[in-house]
């Protein structure tokens, strides 16, 4: 049998297929699936856009576990939680949307053990739990054993059995199909998307009222990191080109582990069962700097360490650049069972198994605490233009997952959190939108499906049209284009996509890293101007249409160097140390003037500030103070 490819013929775009949809899903990681599983069983007509097989995507990845105060291993409750949530944030977090989170919990883990999740089980048959950094008794009290784990495959588990619940309702999945841009109608309001075919290269218009982002993070934009490539902040650049902004862009995790050298993932899971920090003293260095928890510290705490012990000089190895985690001591049957994906990992790229001997470790860019601003429901939030005090709703767009900022993570996520985050907030988001759908009905106001001609085209359509050019002297600036040009050639290099994605990795890596200079940050702005502008007049030289990664990878860095601007600019700007935003010129926290979010908008780099919601709905307000473990 044979298969012939699609014609490589150039697409009409001035009469592009139109699909209609109550409610568009993009992305189909846990929080995409977990939506759209929900608005499909409302009985909504809904497409979920994903632009790889939706078991790619990077929830697979998720290794540790899922915060619920269950109780199963140590007295716990959602109270105890919260508190840890909160005090892990640096205080950033709002207050009301991390109390409801953590209320659901319980409830949105067992609804996944009915989904089919195989949770690893105690031997009283409970789901086991294990400890995890961060978490607390009582206030801050013992170590609680709150991480609810399917060995440490737990976001892989979590993943699969959402999408074979997608498939058992009928869910419609446009997978490998990438989404370019939001599209508005005259009257301003987002009506659609515009989606590109990746087999085949034909774009097409999904329209809906009512779209949800759920796009994942941008780990791509530091060059040591545990993302998977395809991570790349799409749903954060489309909103940023749509005028809205982005929020706490400046919070960036590293997580304490990841493979020297490389960036692979080790999860939290390994000190959770029991693994140790050592410098190349052998000593477990943790003690030092979080003396009651030791190496269950929060993430930037031990992030930091890391970093303060490699630039002492007790840094491991023949470049003495990375600390060991040492699971030696443990029972080689608990790291098989319950850490068997690590082991796997460990021996695949750092050539050690971690039954015989320490693993290499250095801290990796690994979460994007920032994003796309919402309120409680997932729906889109922005400043009122008259009222800049004010926050107002984007109509008919929502945020959910890593991509979305609510803010449940503040300045440093606990580890567990974020698979919580993005089933909580996926299932109320969806819930919210079919709440909207049905009054909609009941009221007679459900419109009418459109013309195509109502919705304003012309922006997204620019964007596809400069990927097809072969013009390298299309930038608006001809002294810029000319200077980056002259450097290039100087360099006896011809410009691509990819160089500019190597060079922007490396600016936001020395720029904007574990630890923030001032001119370190003030070098990376201008040196991503000048990135831009490279950016601005390179092209593609694949301009086929069947699986074309090119146009694909310069799509997604215009998505890329838009996040790194809004990173840089807001890590400049905030005066202090909070989470993970550690700034050198200034060690401490400052809550009298730095107790608010950040608010990036791309035109002109502007950045606006809005107040941290200290006021739960039903629990008394934590107050910010000293944070030590």
């Known amino acids: 049998m044979t298969h012939s490819l699609p014609q490589q013929t150039a697409q009409d775009l001035t009469n592009l297929p139109v699909q209609h949809f109550d409610a568009l899903v993009v992305g189909a990681g846990g929080a995409g699936m977990r939506a759209s599983l929900a608005l499909v069983e409302q009985g909504h007509k809904v497409a979920m856009v994903s632009k790889v097989f939706p078991t790619r995507s990077h929830t697979v990845a998720a290794q540790g576990g899922i915060n619920a105060a269950l109780g199963n291993v140590t007295p716990d409750n959602w109270q105890w939680h919260m508190y840890d949530t909160i005090k892990g944030s640096d205080y950033l977090g709002d207050q009301d949307a991390i109390e409801f989170m953590c209320q659901e919990a319980a409830e949105i883990v067992r609804e996944l053990e009915h989904f089919g999740v ?5 031997e009283n048959g409970k789901i086991y739990q294990r400890a995890f950094g961060g978490q607390s008794q009582n206030y801050g009290g013992e170590q609680a054993y709150r991480t609810c784990a399917a060995a440490d495959r737990t976001g892989h588990a979590i993943l699969h059995s959402l999408y074979q619940q997608n498939l058992h309702a009928g869910t419609h999945i446009f997978e490998e199909f990438y989404v370019l841009d939001l599209i508005k109608n005259t009257e301003g309001e987002v009506n659609g998307v515009l989606v590109m075919n990746i087999h085949d290269g034909q774009y097409q218009i999904l329209k809906s009222a009512h779209i949800l982002l759920a796009t994942g993070g941008a ?6 990191n545990s993302n998977a490539s395809i991570n790349t902040g799409d749903g954060l650049g489309m909103v940023l080109r749509a005028g809205l902004p982005l929020q706490d862009m400046e919070f960036w995790q590293f997580h304490p582990t990841g493979v020297a050298g490389k960036g692979m993932l080790i999860s939290e899971a390994s000190r959770g069962e029991g693994g140790v920090l050592r410098n ?6 943790m003690a030092k700097y979080a003396p009651h928890v030791k190496d ?3 993430r930037d705490v031990v992030s930091r360490a890391i970093a303060i012990e490699v630039k002492a000089g007790r840094g491991c190895g023949e470049n003495k650049d990375h600390v060991l985690l040492d699971l030696t001591h443990l029972d080689a049957d608990t790291i098989k069972t319950r850490l068997p994906g ?9 050539g050690v198994d971690p039954v015989e001997a320490p693993m290499p470790i250095y801290p990796t860019c690994h979460y994007m605490m920032g994003g796309i601003p919402t309120d409680l429901t997932g729906q889109v939030i922005t400043p009122n233009p008259k009222k800049p005090n004010e926050q107002i709703k984007v109509k008919g767009l929502f945020a959910i ?7 449940v993570h503040g300045a440093n996520r606990l580890g567990g959190n974020s698979l919580l985050d993005i089933v909580v907030f996926g299932r109320k988001a969806a819930l ?8 909609e009905a009941q009221n007679s106001l459900m419109l009418n499906e459109q013309d195509v001609t109502e919705l304003v085209l012309e922006p997204v359509l620019q964007r596809i049209k400069r990927w097809q050019t072969t013009n390298t002297h299309h930038s608006t600036d001809s002294n810029k284009a000319s200077q980056a040009r002259t450097s290039q050639e100087s360099a006896g290099l011809s410009d691509s996509v990819i160089q500019i994605k190597q060079a922007m990795q490396k600016i936001m890596e020395v720029g904007c890293g574990v630890f923030r200079d001032p001119e370190a940050m003030q070098q990376a702005i201008q040196q991503l101007e ?5 950016l601005d007049n390179v092209t593609i030289s694949d301009h086929s249409l069947v699986f074309n990664q090119e146009r694909l990878a310069a799509y997604e860095l215009e998505n890329l160097l838009a996040i790194a601007h809004a990173t840089a600019h807001s890590a400049l700007a905030r005066t202090e140390s909070r989470g993970a935003h550690s700034r050198m010129d200034f060690e401490e926290r400052d809550d009298k003037n730095w107790l608010k979010h950040t608010l990036y908008f791309s035109e002109g780099h502007q950045l606006q500030y809005k107040p941290v919601n200290l006021t739960p709905k039903t629990h008394a307000s934590f107050e910010p103070k000293a944070r030590v473990y």
């Open 342 to 350: 690590i082991r796997d990992i460990s021996m695949t790229f750092a």
């Open 401 to 407: 997952g890593e991509c979305a900022c609510v803010s």
């Open 296 to 298: 269950l510290a929060s």
């Open 280 to 285: 190349s003293e052998g000593e477990a260095f």
């Open 432 to 439: 919210t939108i079919s709440e909207q759908l049905k009054q």
């Open 530 to 534: 000048t990135l831009q502008t490279r």
């Open 219 to 224: 780990g791509l934009i530091f060059r040591n």
């Open 118 to 122: 195989p949770f690893s089980r105690l």
